[in-house]
């Protein structure tokens, strides 16, 4: 439990790790289910359409319009904690 | 009868011929609101000035003589998950509890177009993930029906609004059930549309491969007017479809041609399970169809028992996906970090709720490496199969008639503490989902002063017409 929610970037406490364990483990005695139906030679369904390569115009939109929403920004770019830490 | 009680077409239609101005219907709509809102619950933010406004603007448009487009001055709610620009659009989450909408979506500005007057943002289960709005971040929605009671979710706040006269249509989304069970609960009509009907651009995502945007109304014949104008392909969102083409037919539709359409009753929907309210309420509708001439008869689709287990893999690792992007560094709160890594941790593990925790790290387990097979590759393939019995069903009916939930709405606190009983009120809603295909709840008639009961009639893909042109037969007798 832990190894995935930290994979997923996400910090659980101690009492969430033990109750979402168990209903993980509930939910996924369910659907063990699927074991029993027989998909041999059956095509997976990977989306929701039968569209394939959909194209359009790659025209600029509106300018500006992201900023504002931005928690952290300076100058109109978005302002990040620092990802290196090194002494220079 | 007040303004706000008006159905959304009498509502236009007596806007148009001058009855009565829009600025009546929105101050009365607000009216409702200053009153109900308070016990209920179903709206996350109104603007009144904004309300107010917008239902001026329509009048002086008809005022200086000039073209209304075709749901002038009707009081339309949004879900907090569809963006309409300079408003929040919080998903139900306290992690975007400070962001505001940067654009519209498509159906924002399409209904804007036609005339709509937004009342506001509807609350909803954080992220959609749900079956009764409690999973809200931010407060519970009762259901006007009965207020001890869910109002369903993940779209309850619409529902509740239509259902409470605070507003003459709302929006939904349905990834699982999400218009169709809480338009149950509530005793109102919700349309989950077909995969590619309606453009999802500017819709905050759950799963890409199920959600749908679809209209919440008092009645079918609201819903075909909201869905005409909201259908059609758009190149921002690559998903929508040519297909998706709906003439006025879909408005006045010819009933001697509905009237023909043969009725298919699974009957994997009724081997137990059923609430004896839900099991009575489905006999009477099934006689009523028999009694008026409709062919009715039994098919089979085998493999929809599966549908729930298929959906439990498929949404999770689609949601696990989509969420990514919620990190604490684009949207809404930064919290105090020393690096990046704290931050998406902190952020994330503060900012979501339990269930969506829940869904994401499931979501994560069976896409991982030694797992994705067993489990996503393994549903993509049982996916396909549910699909191709939707298919054979549909060679030898039309369309087809089912409940729409299990049970009555539930009380508060009855199924929050165990997800797997939540997730079992999706049951007979989530197949249509799964195999991509439209599906309409229809309140059944003659339940005044009971808990709503709603059945469901699922059509072929693109055939709205179908469904909708039913649910106006059952509506009008």
Not at chain 2, 165 to 190: E, K, N, W, Y
Request: charged letters at 25%; proline letters at 4%.
């Amino acid at each position: 439990m832990r190894k995935y929610a930290t994979l997923a970037r996400i910090k659980l406490t101690e009492e969430e790790q033990t109750r979402y364990q168990k209903d993980l483990e509930e939910i996924l005695g369910h659907v063990t289910e699927l074991t029993k139906v027989k998909t041999e030679g059956v095509e997976p369904m990977t989306g929701g359409t039968e569209l394939r390569n959909v194209f359009r115009e790659d025209a600029p939109g509106e300018k500006d319009v992201f900023a504002p929403a931005f928690p952290e920004e300076s100058n109109g770019h978005l302002k990040v904690p620092k990802i290196l830490d090194y002494e220079a | 009868m007040k303004l706000n009680e008006l159905t959304l077409k009498a509502t236009v239609e007596g806007i148009k011929k001058g009855e009565f101005k829009a600025l009546d219907v929105a101050k009365a709509t607000l009216d409702e609101i200053d009153e109900r809102e308070g016990e209920i619950g179903a709206y996350l933010s109104v603007n009144k000035e904004d309300v107010l406004a917008s239902a001026q603007a329509v009048d002086n448009a008809i005022a200086s003589g000039g073209k209304v487009g075709d749901l002038a001055g009707a009081p339309i709610a949004l879900k907090d998950v569809i963006l309409y620009k300079g408003y929040p659009a919080t998903a139900g989450s306290k992690i975007l509890k400070e962001y505001k909408a940067s654009y519209d979506s498509t159906v924002s500005r399409k209904l804007r177009e036609a005339g709509m007057v937004m009342v506001g943002k509807t609350n909803m289960d954080e992220f959609a993930m749900g079956s009764s709005t409690e999973n809200s971040g931010f407060k519970l929605t009762r259901n006007p029906r009965d207020l001890e009671r869910v109002p369903g979710g993940s779209s309850g706040g619409s529902a509740a609004a239509v259902a409470a006269d605070m507003a003459s249509a709302a929006l939904g989304s349905d990834t699982g059930g999400s218009i169709r069970q809480p338009a149950a609960f509530c005793g109102i009509v919700g349309l989950k549309t077909t995969y590619g009907a309606v453009s999802r651009y500017g819709l905050i995502a759950m799963a890409s491969s199920l959600d749908q945007i679809g209209p919440m109304t008092k009645t079918v014949e609201d819903a075909a007017m909201v869905f005409k104008v909201i259908a059609g392909q758009d190149p921002l969102d690559s998903t929508s479809n040519s297909k998706a083409q709906y003439g006025n037919k879909i408005l006045n539709p010819d009933f001697e041609s509905i009237k023909k359409l043969k009725i298919g009753i699974p009957k994997e929907y009724f081997e137990g399970g059923l609430d004896s309210d839900v099991e009575r309420s489905m006999q009477e509708t099934i006689g009523w169809f028999k009694k008026n001439g409709f062919s009715v008869e039994e098919v089979s689709l085998p493999n929809t028992k599966y549908a729930l287990s298929v959906y439990y893999i498929l949404m999770p690792a689609e949601a696990s996906t989509n969420l990514a992007r919620f990190d604490g560094i684009r949207y809404g709160t930064r919290l105090d970090a020393k690096d990046l890594e704290e931050l998406y941790l902190k952020d994330r593990g503060e900012g979501f709720g339990a269930e969506v925790k829940r869904r994401i790290t499931l979501g994560t387990f069976v896409l991982s490496a030694g797992y994705y097979e067993a489990y996503y590759g393994k549903a993509q393939r049982v996916r396909a199969l549910i699909k191709k019995d939707f298919d054979e069903a549909f060679k030898k009916v039309d369309v087809l008639l089912t409940p729409t939930t299990p049970t009555v709405p539930f009380k508060f606190g009855e199924k929050s503490q165990n997800p797997l009983q939540m997730y079992l009120s999706d049951i007979f809603t989530i197949p249509a989902n799964l195999a991509g295909i439209p599906a309409l709840n229809i309140p059944v008639k003659g339940r005044e002063g009971k808990l709503p009961v709603g059945f469901q009639i699922t059509g072929k893909a693109f055939r709205e017409a179908d469904i909708l042109g039913l649910g106006m037969l059952y509506e009008s007798s």
